[in-house]
């Protein structure tokens, strides 16, 4: 059995799942930050009504993303304008060229709750010979 920092506990194989925020606090233009275990930030953004967590930190640079603008299902970093897309993690723009983490979602009682512990795709350097 394992306790975090939040005081939750599992067992070997269970499944994970942190109360990351209520649902009414994610903006359509912004993401919403969250400190996880041991001070890990990710970003969850609302996309067509649906929730997407990512890492908060651009893979460029040391730049909150929850600090940028959101169009559609894609936030532009503050800091030099590189793009990513919320729900696959992929780099878009230059300079970003290494995708972000993403994590499973769900929504309990109007609470986003996060899996933290095994993202959905990790970061990767992105393959140049893949359309954007």
């Known amino acids: ?30 993401g919403t930050r969250v400190e996880v275990d041991g001070g890990q930030a ?4 609302r996309v067509d009504g649906a929730y997407h967590a990512t890492d908060d930190r651009c893979t460029h640079g040391e730049a909150s993303l929850c600090e940028g603008l959101v169009d559609g299902n894609v936030v532009e970093c503050p800091f030099h304008a590189g793009t990513f897309d ?38 990767t350097l992105l393959d140049r010979s893949e359309p954007a």
């Open 1 to 30: 059995m394992t306790v975090s920092d939040d005081g939750t506990t599992t067992r070997a194989g269970e499944e994970r799942w942190i109360a990351a925020c209520a649902a009414a606090d994610v903006e359509d233009d912004f």
């Open 86 to 123: 919320i729900v696959t993690g992929k780099a878009l723009t230059f300079p970003c060229v290494v995708n972000l983490a993403t994590y499973p979602v769900r929504v309990e009682d109007g609470t986003i709750m996060v899996r933290v512990d095994a993202p959905t795709t990790i970061p």
């Open 42 to 45: 990710i970003a969850v953004f």
